[in-house]
């Protein structure tokens, strides 16, 4: 498996199309880390820890950093994973990969894996540098919970990232045309993990039912809904989510920062349902690629 | 026979939606011999060979290669198998040598040890100069040498060629049909799958012949030749200045002819064994001018012919 996992690394890092998503990652970086900047200089308006507001400021029409990685990680892993399969099948690669004594699920494995380490280190690169210059700017380190909070954050944003891949991969073993297997991510994305404008959440949930809790249950079908919420928690320690109290009881509450456990307690139930998700997508995969023939054409 | 058997076959059988495309094939291939798979698109040979190699499961029946099952212990079978697909593919992005490396590298062939077979290989397949470029500047033919050092790579026990010569230019088959011999000599077995008769006659020592998922006829080429035509009997041509009937008597008379029948100047006369000595002898005696006789040789166009127009 780790022949294939370098020869994907290997391809992914010399090829064209991981350039751009580095260079789109970077310049959203850059930019990010400009609206954080003077977001930060701003009034502020809440009180909790500074640091994590690098990652979580914007300002007025630019968004945060959260909220660029919210959007192009889930494009990034469709990019990584939407012709992992059918591409090898109609270059004929697969067949000569295959009649190699190697197990058929090394194949899958392997690019997954070098899919998860490609998207690691994207987002991982993206927050070291805005973590970095946002340090040299605002001359505020951060404290150890908050680096606990970034790093289970950029656990989170892989895991999502890895959903997204692992579906594209689903598809592309499924359909034998790159332009399918890459236009059936993408519309499930339009549809359920799009942060500028989500039919989902902003008119299908709020028509099914009337009230906060059901449309809480069924928004959190969405996978970008459970790593919105994630990622509140997470980063703004003084937001609660969504649904736990009322308007009236945050109304009155003194705006503090919950602690990091408090915090982890919260999200747990959204990381789990985010796994767990993945791993779905994943086993769906691997169970049709196992069973799926070789053949003649 | 006595030989080792190195493919071995029972009932293998192979449905997909209804439609049977490998029918209770029994295959056998002899240790060391170039074994061609014969039979129109659509026979079923791919599939055959797919199965044979594992990538695909028979629906009955059961595929052996050196005695390995293929559907339970391909990764054994896979080992000691090289096989070429038809529309050979590869990483357009990497280079011949690392394309190669790949494969050694999955083979678990330790580096120094691949470093110097890649080297060698692509010198024997004559594309050493290419070693470094890119794969998308080969051309078809190149690419299919490439594939065959690809199969040659991981020093196969058998190598399964399917269609080794399609889309090549004459040369190119030349070449290509002279490395597959080359690879005989050297013990591998070859089972090759292809549709151009010649190629299989130039270089196979037996052929089995597909139709519709069914193994019509299997066996060295001579031996089928007269099966399939003559119905194991030789067949002479002798061509006169001009045949009479007192001929046709004189000849009916040798032992071991069969039957004798005129067309034109020809007489085609069906014998036991080879006669032309006695014939011509015979022809000559009687003081018809004799222009010459020759013993039909089965090609095997006729034998594909027949089957192909019985089936």
């Known amino acids: ?297 | 026979m006595g030989k080792k058997l190195v493919v071995e076959t029972k009932d293998l059988t192979k449905r997909y939606d209804g439609t049977t495309v490998v029918d209770h094939l029994n295959l056998h291939v002899a240790e060391n011999e170039v074994f061609g798979l014969l039979g129109p698109n659509g026979a079923g040979k791919t599939t055959t060979i797919l199965m044979l190699l594992g990538l695909t499961e028979p629906t009955s029946g059961s595929a052996r290669v050196y005695g390995f099952d293929s559907t339970r212990e391909p990764l054994k079978v896979k080992r000691l198998a090289g096989y070429l697909p038809e529309k050979v593919g590869f990483y357009d992005n990497l280079t011949a040598r690392e394309n190669l490396r790949f494969i050694t590298d999955l083979n678990n062939i330790s580096y120094a040890e691949s470093n110097r077979q890649i080297e060698q290989i692509l010198e024997a397949v004559g594309i050493a100069d290419m070693a470094d470029k890119t794969v998308n500047k080969f051309s078809r033919g190149m690419k299919q040498r490439l594939g065959i050092a690809d199969v040659l790579i991981k020093k196969p026990k058998v190598a399964f060629l399917d269609e080794p010569t399609a889309g090549l230019d004459p040369e190119g088959i030349n070449q290509v049909l002279d490395l597959i011999a080359n690879l005989s000599k050297m013990g591998t077995t070859i089972v090759l799958s292809s549709h151009r008769l010649y190629e299989v006659q130039r270089v196979c020592h037996s052929i089995g012949i597909l139709s519709k998922g069914k193994m019509v006829v299997e066996g060295s080429l001579d031996e089928l030749g007269r099966k399939a035509l003559a119905e194991g009997h030789y067949r002479i041509e002798v061509e006169t200045a001009e045949p009479s009937p007192q001929l046709v008597k004189i000849i009916n008379k040798i032992a071991g002819v069969r039957k004798v029948e005129t067309k034109g100047n020809m007489l085609q006369i069906t014998t036991d064994s080879d006669l032309r000595a006695e014939i011509s002898k015979a022809v000559v005696q009687s003081g018809v001018a004799l222009i010459q006789v020759k013993i039909h040789e089965f090609s095997l166009d006729d034998i594909y012919m027949k089957y192909f127009h019985e089936g």
């Open chain 1, 1 to 297: 498996m780790t022949t294939i996992l370098r020869k994907e690394l290997a391809d992914y890092f010399t090829s064209i199309r991981c350039f751009i998503l580095f260079l789109l990652v970077f310049v959203a970086s850059g930019v990010a880390l400009y609206a954080a900047y003077y977001g930060i200089r701003g009034p502020i308006s809440e009180p909790g820890p500074i640091f994590v507001k690098l990652f979580t400021t914007g300002k007025e029409n630019i968004p945060s950093l959260v909220t660029f990685i919210a959007l192009l990680v889930p494009l990034i892993g469709i990019a990584l994973g939407f012709d992992a399969i059918n591409s090898e099948r109609s270059s004929g690669t697969l067949n000569r990969i295959l009649s190699q004594p190697i197990y058929r699920d090394n194949v899958i494995n392997g690019k997954f894996l070098a899919g998860i380490v490609t998207l690691s280190i994207m987002i991982g690169a993206t927050m070291l540098i805005v973590a970095g210059y946002g340090l040299m700017m605002i001359g505020v380190p951060p404290t150890t919970e908050e680096i606990i909070r970034l790093f289970i954050y950029f656990i989170s944003a892989i895991i999502y990232g890895a959903f997204w891949m692992g579906l594209a991969i689903l598809f592309s073993i499924l359909f034998r045309s790159l332009a399918i297997s890459l236009l059936c991510p993408l519309a499930i994305w339009i549809l359920l993990g799009n942060p500028i404008y989500n039919p989902y959440i902003s008119f299908i949930v709020p028509a099914v039912s009337n009230s906060i809790g059901t449309q809480l249950m069924i928004a959190r079908i969405s996978p970008y809904f459970l790593f919105q919420e994630a990622t509140m928690v997470l980063l703004i320690p003084v937001w609660r989510g969504w649904g736990l109290l009322t308007t009236t009881t945050t109304g009155s509450m003194l705006p503090n920062p919950l602690p990091l456990d408090q915090s982890l307690l919260i999200v747990w139930p959204q990381l789990t349902s985010l796994i767990c998700l993945t791993v779905i997508c994943f086993a769906i995969s691997y169970v049709v690629f196992m069973r799926q023939e070789i053949r003649a054409t």
